[in-house]
């Protein structure tokens, strides 16, 4: 593996982690911007946007598009969430070219009013399908009430109204200001030519504008959470559906890594504590604790599904859980759970498609590149004790918000 | 591509598979013993009372503690070994896989052979396993999309095929300990048990530790399985939800029949890709979706196309209306250039399975099982690049869509026209 950096004079980033041995070359735009960047009029335009850059530029229509990622033979696809909208293609190395000049050629879209009316239809029948399915919007109310006022509070969707609303000419100026060269970065791994990359990058891309991005980062402070508990009612759900959210660090923070191999410990989804208390028993569903981290916050997420008459007890027995680790964690656990993360990290580095993700996200975020040793040594070098300053520093059975989905009534007893 | 492909057989049945893969540290290894859900019917005709979801129900019993370890230890001897293992349950198989660093092959091999071999199947441990079951089960009754695919297999396939692989409540909550240990025993067998290896491997050496834990154990043969009735060919499914979901099913060749590389070419025309027609005509031209597809389901003797999109109630009967069109549209129509964009796509596929340890041994399985061989990656490429649209165009002459299940769920059903004449 050999990595690689070029930035073009218009600010455009190029990196990419060269591997001999690979099959396919992965390829994608990594776009600083997500819901954490709209505003009330604007919200879930980010995600709009990026099915909006499928629908053609003024001299490529959607369908041909979709016709010359299938003729490459592309795995094709996209994704936005709270930070960052991701487009990439999975090709066969002589592709490479040809990805990259469709990618580059979306990234300045059309944004026909045309299309803007049809694909709205599609975002709509999105956020209905979301709605009927678990966690019939807990996730999103969840961290509505953790982060309030905070950017990280919007949802990636948005809603009906909002999406309704939304004017074509609102989501130009906002591709306008947030596809400016200087706040995307292009990257690639695999069997990538990089020289020709950056030829051809500089071809494509090069007379792309910068334009001055604002600060993203917005002070979290632990005190704007409270422990606070909504219900959603979904009278014909069968199970009950927790989320659960409460601080942890953030991503610019060495104590990331350490807040992950945490998760695995508390929450996996086998071996871990909520799955021998609650999983293994019989009690939940699923019960899992993940650590997430964003530019200025993190938060620690716990996600629960049982029979409804059972939530409260099982939230009560989960923080008791949380408790009884913090009391002190014994090495067999810890070492299980950097066994199990360590053979992660190798298997999704030998897949170009994973490490794209990893890759250009991390850049996107801290400008930084870390190797798969990288992540070997420093899972590695996480003690027992680190994990238990983490476990008192972040006190996850303190402040936090919980929202319940499922059949359960707003006015049932609260914990 | 040089390609080192592998197999062997020992004397109880068990077949060996392997492929050597270049330029990974990693190694994959997945047990497929021919205990799927199929075999739940075995276990009603022993038993006289509907079992559907014995072989899952097993296959999470066998989990939990085997050889001297008990469950706990064994998940821990999986995990420090750094195995990213699974289990699950098809119609055909029974099937437990890791994929791990390749130096903790020998070991995981061992602890494979305990689970299979040496389960305790712990009278314990039996409720909880039946709770986590039942558990399961309750949170598929809240994905409207499962939902439809359960009710479209049910009306398609004739009995047993159609039933659920994950059981239902109603049968689940009745299994006894007994009916378990039965199960394990009766088709938990070396024969026909497909073993198959991917990645960073010492093939003779692979062979040597599988014959020295898996050569001696001997099996009996297991009866056959005879198809019964099929189900409605239409029918709604009525749910309280903000979208409709329609599921159409019609048959095709299975994958060992020579034909079925047009059947499944002619449905990637249909609804494989962005390009696809359905996806064009339903998503792109008209936004009635966010989700449309069509796809190929194949079991040994018979296979399915389904096709399959969730949309606003309202839109529903519009959407179901543009599928059926371009369903019956697709005879006599098929383009060159449709042609290439499958055959790219199928290429690229073929060509990345070859990064990931687990794919390839998880298809080197399947197509031993369908074929009784492995295709080398030149091979399918060659098939690939002979295609033509002719000998599709043929293949759909030949063989006319006469009769399609159709499936909805939410709200209100749907008008569907009696007959589909191509």
């Known amino acids: ?415 | 591509m040089k390609q080192t492909l592998q197999t062997a057989t020992l004397d109880n049945g068990i077949i060996l598979l392997g492929e050597f893969l270049p330029g990974v540290e990693s190694v994959s290894v997945s047990f497929h013993v021919a205990a799927g859900s199929l075999c739940d019917a075995l276990s009603t005709r022993e038993t006289d009372r509907s079992c559907c979801g014995l072989a899952t129900l097993a296959g999470e019993l066998m989990l939990r503690g085997a050889g001297d370890r008990d469950s706990k230890q064994l998940i821990a001897a999986l995990d420090n070994a750094g195995v990213q293992w699974s289990q699950s349950v098809s119609m055909s198989h029974g099937s437990f896989a890791g994929a791990m660093v390749s130096r903790q092959l020998p070991d995981s091999l061992k602890i494979y052979a305990d689970i299979l071999r040496r389960p305790l199947l712990d009278q314990s441990q039996f409720d909880p396993a039946r709770q986590v079951v039942l558990q399961n089960l309750a949170g598929t009754e809240d994905d409207p999309t499962h939902r439809t695919m359960l009710a479209l297999r049910k009306a398609h396939y004739p009995s047993p095929w159609g039933l659920p692989s994950e059981g239902t409540s109603a049968d689940v909550t009745k299994l006894s300990h007994t009916d378990v240990k039965n199960f394990v025993d009766t088709f938990i067998q070396p024969q026909d048990m497909i073993v198959s290896v991917a990645g960073r491997l010492d093939w003779p050496e692979f062979v040597k530790q599988i014959e020295a834990l898996f050569s001696d154990w001997q099996g009996q043969p297991t009866e056959p399985i005879s198809a019964g009735e099929r189900g409605e060919k239409i029918c709604h499914v009525p749910y309280d939800s903000q979208q409709t979901h329609i599921a159409l099913a019609w048959d095709v060749p299975p994958y060992r029949d020579p034909d079925s590389l047009q059947a499944t070419a002619a449905l990637a025309v249909l609804g494989g890709g962005s390009s696809s027609r359905l996806f064009t005509e339903v998503r792109e031209k008209r936004g009635l979706c966010y989700s449309v597809s069509a796809g190929y389901q194949t079991q040994r003797d018979l296979a399915v196309a389904m096709a399959y999109s969730g949309t606003t109630a309202d839109r529903a009967q519009e959407t179901l209306d543009v599928m059926l069109h371009e369903i019956k549209a697709l005879p006599g129509t098929i383009t060159n250039d449709e042609l290439d964009r499958v055959k790219a796509r199928a290429k690229s596929g073929l060509v990345m399975q070859q990064e990931s340890t687990a794919a390839r041994a998880g298809a080197m399985a399947r197509q031993w099982f369908h074929l009784g061989r492995i295709r080398t990656l030149a091979e399918d490429l060659e098939r690939l690049d002979n295609l033509t649209v002719e000998s599709i165009e043929n293949w759909l002459a030949k063989n006319p869509l006469t009769e399609i299940t159709t499936v909805s769920l939410g709200r209100d059903p749907l008008e569907v026209p009696d007959a589909v004449s191509p």
Not at chain 1, 3 to 21: K, T, Y
Not at chain 1, 198 to 220: D, I, M
């Open chain 1, 1 to 415: 593996m050999q990595f690689r950096h070029e930035q073009l004079p218009n600010g455009l980033d190029i990196i990419a982690e060269v591997s001999e041995a690979a099959h396919s070359a992965s390829l994608g735009f990594f776009v600083k911007t997500g819901a954490r960047d709209e505003h009330d009029s604007i919200s879930g335009a980010s995600h709009f946007l990026e099915h909006m850059v499928f629908k053609g530029t003024d001299t490529l229509s959607a369908e041909d598009i979709n016709l010359r990622f299938d003729f490459m033979g592309a795995s094709a696809n996209a994704f936005t969430s709270e930070e960052d909208t991701v487009y990439y293609a999975a090709v066969l190395p002589e592709k490479q070219h040809d990805a990259l000049e469709l990618l580059s050629a979306m990234m300045r879209p059309a944004l026909r009013e045309d299309d803007f009316v049809t694909e709205k239809q599609v975002i709509l029948e999105e956020i209905k399908m979301y709605d009927d399915q678990p966690p019939f919007g807990a996730d999103d109310r969840c961290r509505a009430l953790f982060f309030q006022d905070h950017p990280l509070a919007r949802s990636v969707l948005g809603s009906t109204s909002s999406i309704e609303a939304l004017q074509v000419d609102a989501m130009r100026a906002y591709h306008q200001q947030r596809y400016a060269s200087d706040n995307l970065v292009l990257a690639a791994s695999g069997a990538v030519d990089f020289e020709s990359l950056v030829t051809s990058a500089q071809q494509l891309c090069g007379e792309w504008k910068p334009s001055p991005q604002n600060n993203r980062k917005v002070e979290f402070s632990n005190s704007h959470s409270r422990t606070v508990t909504d219900v959603i009612t979904r009278e014909q759900a069968a199970l009950e559906y927790a989320v659960r959210m409460s601080p942890g660090p953030a991503e610019d923070t060495d104590d990331r890594f350490a807040a992950k191999l945490l998760a695995v410990v508390l929450g996996d989804d086998s071996g871990s504590r909520l799955y021998w208390d609650l999983v293994d028993s019989g009690q939940a569903e699923h019960a899992v604790c993940h650590h997430h981290d964003f530019l200025d916050a993190g938060v620690f997420v716990t996600q629960l599904s049982c029979e409804p008459e059972t939530t409260y007890a099982l939230i009560d027995r989960i923080i008791e859980i949380y408790q009884e680790a913090a009391n002190g964690l014994s090495n067999n656990e810890v070492d299980q759970a950097r066994n199990k993360l360590l053979s992660r990290v190798v298997l999704a580095g030998e897949r170009p498609r994973q490490r794209l993700f990893s890759l250009g996200l991390e850049w996107a975020h801290l400008g930084r590149y870390r190797s798969v040793t990288d992540d070997l040594e420093t899972l590695d070098s996480i003690s027992r004790d680190d994990l238990h300053r983490i476990l008192a520093e972040w006190q996850l059975t303190a402040s936090s918000s919980t929202v319940l989905a499922g059949p359960l009534l707003k006015d049932s007893p609260t914990t």
